[in-house]
């Protein structure tokens, strides 16, 4: 934990809870939509800027593809995703699937490396389903 712990408005721990209560690693819009059912006044801008705040804490993380919408994800520890290319879905990837960590980056790079953002990309089943139904 930081030493500085920004203090925590109760907008900003309903935006927390609510996302940790969720798997699907909501859009902001999303994040919106469940915030607002608790915070009916809350507005879309407030939404956004608590979680980048939540985000430069390393309370929650944010995942970012170009070309796609960003996403934030409640569970900050290390783990993977996997991204249809279809639908956008996002899930994570079983513990173990696969983990390959460079010990060797840091050193050639002169960073010091704080994580990684491995992402896997394909068809989720629904749309493998969809698109092998309409190939006949
Ligand atoms: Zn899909
Ligand atoms: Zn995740």
């Known amino acids: 934990m930081a030493e500085k712990i920004r203090s925590m408005t109760r907008q900003r721990r309903v935006i927390l809870q609510e996302l940790q209560k969720v798997t699907t690693h909501p859009t902001a819009d999303q994040v919106y939509d469940m915030v ?8 879309l801008a407030t ?5 980048d705040l939540l985000a430069q804490d ?19 520890a290390d ?26 980056v840091g050193e050639k790079t002169g960073y010091r490396i704080a994580g990684i953002h491995l992402e896997y ?16």
């Open 58 to 76: 390393g309370l929650i993380s944010k995942l970012g593809t170009a070309g796609a919408q960003m996403r934030f994800d409640g569970n900050p």
């Open 36 to 43: 607002r059912k608790k915070l009916p006044r809350i507005s």
């Open 121 to 136: 990309n394909g068809l989720c089943p629904e749309c493998l389903a969809e698109v092998q139904a309409t190939k006949g």
């Open 79 to 104: 783990h993977y995703h996997i991204r249809c290319t279809r639908c956008q879905r996002v899930d994570d990837l079983p513990a173990g699937a696969v983990m390959v960590k460079d010990k060797g």
């Open 47 to 51: 939404v956004y800027r608590n979680l």
